[in-house]
């Protein structure tokens, strides 16, 4: 019984170009379907986003203060029996 074997250098190379096409295709579709994913410039009002991340520091610190009175101490290890 025999088998072809494509060589490493074909495969590798098929790949890339498979990959490549793809990546066109995604790029392509990003520019069409602004909800899709991908990298683009966005608009940013940075007042805006400073708020959201002050807050995100509010929260977070509120988070913390409030898991810090409602935490329980760790339990201790069973002794050996």
Do not use: F
């Not at 329980?72 to 002794?79: D, K």
Request: no cysteine.
């Amino acid at each position: 019984m025999t088998t072809d074997r494509i060589p490493l250098d074909d495969l590798t190379s098929d790949l890339y170009t498979r990959a490549e096409a793809a990546t066109e295709r995604a790029r392509d579709l990003a520019a069409l379907r602004p909800e899709a994913l991908g990298e683009r410039p966005v608009p940013v009002r940075l007042h805006i986003l400073d708020t959201m991340r002050a807050i995100a520091a509010a929260l977070h610190d509120t988070v913390d203060q409030l898991a810090s009175s409602t935490q329980r101490p760790a339990m201790r290890p069973a002794p050996p029996a």
